[in-house]
């Protein structure tokens, strides 16, 4: 079974707090002591963002580790194979990713992912996953970036965090860039399996995931095509 939870944002990055989102991804995983894999490409291996990492999950019995890439970096392959949960931080998502290729982890993650390893993380951590994401990592505007294109679809992280977000995706749908996009809000994941999305799994007040498309003119949000919601 493959799997990928892309949060919209909040967790252990703001927060160590209580843990809802956290302590669902490990609960997927089905092991008591789950091995999971802290990826912080996306701030530049930020020092601070990875204790916070290891704060949230080794409070929760996991077995914790994180990948270097502004260091010595390891046997990535055999590292990220023997893990049970990944885990991608936000922060620059094209940076990340043009990382991640000349390392050739994105093959690796595939890979990866399709032998079962969970996929998850939050802002870049999220839409990394997706053929496309809205993202911020122009400083002075709001993109369509190409992504790794695991599962279909259009992919925007704090879809109400943020106020350039919903005037954003509001344009590109008006001018026929994008058909539709899956807008996730802050404090809530979309829940994939086998590449279909399943849960909106809330982990604040009343938050939600939306499929954002224009017909006859009006911008229209609905819940995704068959996905429950979920409050923790």
């Excluded at 979309?190 to 009343?206: A, C, E, R, T």
Aim: proline residues 3%.
């Amino acid at each position: 079974m493959r799997q990928i939870v892309a949060i919209g944002g909040g967790g252990f990055g703001r927060s160590i707090g209580d843990l809802k989102i956290e302590r669902y991804i490990k609960k997927i995983s089905s092991k008591e002591n789950p091995q999971i894999c802290f990826i912080p490409t996306a701030t530049g291996d930020d020092s601070n963002y990875i204790n916070k990492f290891y704060d949230a999950f080794n409070f929760l019995d996991c077995k914790t580790s994180h990948i270097d890439f502004f260091k010595r970096t390891i046997d990535l392959e055999k590292h990220v194979m023997n893990q049970d949960i990944i885990f991608v931080g936000g922060g620059n998502t094209k940076s990340m990713l043009a990382v991640w290729r000349e390392w050739e982890l994105d093959k690796i993650l595939l890979k990866a992912y399709k032998q079962g390893i969970i996929m998850s993380g939050v802002s870049a951590g999220a839409i990394c996953w997706f053929e496309k994401g809205i993202t911020d990592s122009w400083k002075d505007h709001q993109a369509i970036l190409p992504c790794l294109g695991f599962v279909n679809g259009v992919c925007c992280p704090h879809y109400d965090e943020e106020p350039e977000r919903i005037p954003f995706v509001k344009e590109i749908l008006e001018d026929k860039r994008i058909s539709e996009c899956m807008a996730i809000e802050g404090f809530c994941a979309l829940h994939l399996i086998d590449d279909i999305p399943k849960y909106s799994v809330s982990f604040g007040d009343s938050k939600n995931c939306f499929l954002v498309n224009k017909k006859d003119s009006i911008i229209n949000h609905s819940q995704i095509e068959k996905t429950e919601l979920i409050q923790l």
